[in-house]
């Protein structure tokens, strides 16, 4: 086939890129050339639209060892001791085929966690749906929960924390983002970077089939009308094959012949070679005739853009490779010399002894295009003019259940249920807290980790947005006593090309930038997700947020469940009564406009460091940060969790009881402490600032306001806990 | 005490199991499925995971491994042969235990906290144990005991039920069942008693910090009764 600017058109290219290759090779290339540019230079493998603005985020810190760049990120937690950990989006095709797309997401973003020597031991997840009243909604959760579940389950690694939403905005688009955390000695840590010349290049793992070509540019690209003929452009799992491949590459890593080591995610063989010459600045020479295929036939161009999974790419000291292949043949898997380093700077492609590429990597690499998008600026919305007679008339009580029994709020136990939770023996905070917790095996340590996003606060004001995810994360690990380390990024956007969405992606990255900065939490992996959208209708703007904790002292753990009965319960953080953007006023109020709550930095930092040194001091009974839904709502999470109730009151402030007690203000806390340690607790609060109101005192079973303003837990808990289940079941 | 776990392609239980049995005083040795012989043991155990990848049938290929012609050689010469989650699909595939475990009713996965009622003390692995309840922890997704009419009563009279799902305080019905079990069946003996096979995980119940310590209970009481 001689290649035409119309093919390079049909593989997603540019006119102007097309071109571009055309004088860069100093002639037409190939079909086999032009699929490796296309896979090469596509949004999601070249980060051509993103990259301007991704440099701007802080990624250095004291514990960073590797920051991003690498197949993930990795923290140093003491005593050898390092955690490799990434998220990853894998949306399109989890809307075209969810069972597999969510799967492959998960078995994905663990291959980059033990491509770097790290045991996985925690995967977490961030999904989000279209309106529970779609008709696709259901069919695509039920799928991606079962995907999940059934790649994570099988490998035996526990799902310890996720995050599930429903917004209209993901009708046509939903979002699957899959979180693994890896355990690693630190000095065992493997990279992506060849080095050395005619070390040989071997091909471990899964057969090459025909499925997911061009998957990465399908993922780069917006959906239509033909979304369905997308099908063979989804990648099928396997984690039983993905099983025995990490326990062979772990095998293998306990010696000392791998010099470099790359998992094959997207775009396959043409991306893990290039990269792992490219960071070597070497060449590679590949005899595809040498690949592992699942069928016959397959031709250069499809063996090259295969996303076919479990695959992994090793570079090996000369003379290792009988040793290698024992382990691999004792595993059952395929193990293949396809190829050596060369000093050519160039991927050599070879079938049937003939030349079938002849690229410069640096054409593929530093010279894929960058661009700087036209982006329009988001100004801060005006605030609403509440109506106060209409909110005095409210019956709080009334409004908590609704608030309770809503789907971003209710209890996603049907979901986590499915995920084996607590496999490896060391979970020891299960998901529905606000960060899952797992011990570092044999250790006195633990790891905890949460993943968030709030699209409806980006929606309304990137910046603002951007900065309340990185501080919601914050305060989710600090909630359980974990000392926030790092954290990744997966940021879900709607099309770079339109100027509003390039522009919801600036603002909310320079807010993700300013706060992690500020907090000292840095940016340490993450990947971008542009094209959620479906024709001209991007999703709203969605970073998802995974942060990454330490607790030294896992017994110093803290959950949120009422402990005991006439302990006494503070707020932390000062209550405003913003409603704009909250719960409330969209389920309450109908009420969309509006800007989203304010972050204050400082206060951030000072009332999470300060609850820390309360927690080290053993004051803390139980915490919960509040974020959806208010006081009110975090306070009866705590009730049910516990089985406890309170007798609440209202501190004499200006504001209204509703505003009070619905209002999605940042940087707030609830702490359960006991009456003799009030003293001190208030004491430390008072020297460090923090501003804090007392809420209540913990009783046996009832929420109680006053006489017209009382609820049993267990109503509240039937509330919280039956919707889920029976939206499912119906 | 000596013990030794099989670890099949695709296990993933077998390292929990070792840290348990080694927790409460076994010298434990890890098999792999390729090996001819067991090593001299006092139990065999198969852990839990998705050997071969649950395809064909759960259990079902891992039950005709290498290793497994002396673990059934072992088992019927009255060692302690004992299957959790997936080493019970094992057993049953084997038919050291009888019955077959089919999809959950409910068709998904489910990982939570259950109750069981010992049915039969009268054995090595409950003898002497002070509970009639255990809270131990399930994550299964074909975990649906099931057998004909003829073999329930067959079971029901070698008194070959060895714990039921039930609530709290030993109430045994169709409300604490989690999987569809024919009489809330979690777990079953051969008719000698010493090969057992269930679906809750003991070995993920061994301290505080994890939901609770009932799989502790069960080894300390395994072990002595062994000693």
């Known amino acids: 086939m001689i290649v035409s600017e119309k093919i390079a058109i049909d593989h997603g290219l540019k006119k102007d890129e097309y071109k571009k290759i055309c004088e860069l090779l100093k002639r037409i290339p190939n079909i086999t050339e032009l699929g490796i540019f296309s896979a090469m230079w596509n949004e999601h493998c070249s980060y051509k639209s993103s990259r301007l603005h991704l440099k701007k985020l802080p990624t250095k810190g004291k514990q960073v060892i590797q920051g991003p760049g690498e197949n993930a990120g990795v923290v140093d937690i003491g005593d050898n001791d390092a955690i490799v950990f990434k998220i990853e989006s894998h949306n399109h095709p989890s809307f075209i085929e969810p069972y597999q797309g969510a799967a492959t997401g998960v078995g994905g973003i663990m291959r980059d966690v033990f491509t770097m020597g790290a045991r996985p031991i925690a995967n977490l997840n961030s999904i989000h749906f279209g309106s529970t009243q779609h008709k696709k909604t259901k069919n695509l959760l039920r799928g991606v929960v079962h995907g999940i579940g059934g790649y994570g389950n099988c490998m035996g690694v526990p799902t310890v924390a996720g995050q599930t939403s429903f917004d209209s905005s993901y009708n046509g688009n939903i979002l699957v983002n899959a979180m693994t955390l890896g355990l690693v000695k630190k000095d065992k840590i493997f990279y992506s970077k060849a080095a050395g010349l005619n070390k040989p290049v071997i091909y471990v793992g899964s057969k090459t089939g025909r499925d997911g070509i061009h998957g990465a540019s399908m993922a780069s690209a917006s959906f239509d009308d033909k979304i369905e003929e997308k099908k063979p452009t989804v990648q099928v799992g396997d984690p039983f094959t993905e099983k025995l491949l990490l326990e062979a590459c772990l095998e293998l890593m306990a010696g000392d012949s791998i010099i470099a080591i790359q998992d094959m995610g997207a775009a396959g063989l043409t991306s893990s070679s290039i990269e792992m010459a490219s960071k070597g600045n070497l060449g590679i020479e590949i005899n595809l005739n040498m690949v592992p295929c699942r069928e016959s036939k397959m031709t250069p161009y499809e063996i090259m853009l295969s996303e076919s999974q479990e695959r992994m790419l090793i570079v090996l000291e000369n003379g290792k490779e009988e040793q290698a292949k024992k382990i691999f043949d004792k595993w059952n898997l395929d193990f293949a010399i396809i190829g050596k380093t060369t000093k050519s700077k160039k991927i050599e492609l070879y079938y049937d002894n003939e030349r079938v590429a002849d690229i410069p990597v640096n054409t593929l690499v530093e010279n894929s295009p960058m661009y700087d998008r036209k982006w329009k600026k988001t100004k801060l919305p005006k605030k609403n003019k509440i109506n106060k007679d209409e909110i005095n008339n409210l019956k709080i009580i009334e409004v908590l259940k609704k608030i309770l029994a809503n789907p971003n709020v209710c209890s996603k136990e049907w979901i986590w249920q499915q995920y084996d939770h607590t496999v490896m023996g060391d979970t020891i905070q299960k998901p529905g807290g606000d960060s899952g917790v797992v011990r570092v095996h044999g250790s006195n340590k633990a790891v905890a980790a949460s993943v968030d996003s709030s699209a409806v606060y980006c929606w309304a004001h990137p910046l603002t947005g951007g900065k309340q995810v990185v501080c919601e994360s914050f305060r989710n690990l600090i909630s359980v006593g974990a000392k926030p380390v790092a954290i990744t990024n997966c940021l879900n956007f709607g099309s770079p090309e339109n100027e509003e969405n390039m522009g919801e992606f600036v603002e909310c990255v320079q807010g993700i930038g300013e706060a992690s900065s500020y907090l000292k939490f840095p940016v340490v992996s993450g990947n971008v997700s542009f094209y959620n959208q479906t024709k001209d209708q991007g999703i709203k703007p969605t970073p998802s947020i995974g942060g990454v904790g330490l607790l030294k002292d896992y017994t110093k753990m803290i959950t949120m469940d009422f402990k005991e009965v006439d302990n006494i319960v503070f707020v932390i953080g000062k209550t405003e009564g913003h409603i704009d953007q909250s719960l409330f006023a969209r389920v309450v109020l109908n009420e969309k406009n509006g800007p989203p709550p304010e972050v204050n930095l400082f206060n951030e930092k000072n009332n999470g460091e300060t609850l820390l040194k309360l927690m080290d001091n053993n004051f803390i009974k139980s915490a919960h940060d509040i974020s959806l839904g208010g006081i009110i709502t975090a306070v009866s999470k705590m009730c049910i969790k516990g089985n406890k109730g309170i007798n609440l009151k209202k501190p004499k402030y200006l504001i209204n009881e509703i505003e009070y007690f619905f209002s999605e203000d940042q940087g707030r806390y609830i702490i359960e402490i006991s009456k003799k340690d009030q003293k001190k607790v208030l004491n430390i609060l008072n020297k460090n600032a923090v501003h804090y109101d007392e809420l209540g005192t913990i009783n046996e079973n009832v929420l109680f306001l006053n006489e017209k303003t009382k609820v049993t837990i267990d109503e509240l808990k039937e509330f919280n806990t039956k919707w889920l289940k029976e939206y499912m079941s119906n | ?227």
């Open chain 2, 1 to 227: 005490m000596k013990s030794s776990v099989i670890t099949f392609p695709g296990s993933n239980c077998d390292r929990d199991m070792d840290v348990a049995l080694k927790k409460f005083g076994f010298r434990n040795k890890m098999v792999w499925h390729q090996e001819d012989e067991l090593p001299k043991s006092d139990l065999v155990v198969l852990p839990g995971g998705f050997s071969y990848g649950d395809y064909l049938r759960c259990g079902s290929m891992a039950s005709k491994s290498k290793i497994m012609k002396s673990v059934i050689n072992f088992a019927n010469s009255g060692g302690m042969v004992m299957g959790i989650c997936n080493g019970f699909q094992i057993l049953v595939e084997t038919g050291l235990v009888p019955g077959a475990l089919l999809r959950n009713k409910y068709l998904e996965f489910i990982c939570k906290n259950v109750f069981v009622k010992i049915n039969n003390k009268d054995n090595a692995y409950f003898k002497n144990i002070d509970n009639t309840v255990l809270k131990l922890h399930i994550a299964h997704n074909e975990g649906n005991y099931f057998c004909t009419n003829d073999q329930l009563k067959e079971i029901e009279d070698n008194a070959q039920v060895a714990i039921n799902y039930c609530d709290p305080s030993g109430k045994i019905g169709q409300l604490y069942n989690p999987n569809g079990s024919i009489k809330n069946i979690a777990g079953i003996f051969n008719k000698a008693k010493n090969v057992l096979g269930m679906m809750p995980h003991p070995e993920r119940m061994i301290d505080t910090s994890l939901s609770g310590e009932d799989g502790s209970l069960f080894f300390k009481n395994l072990i002595n009764n062994l000693k």
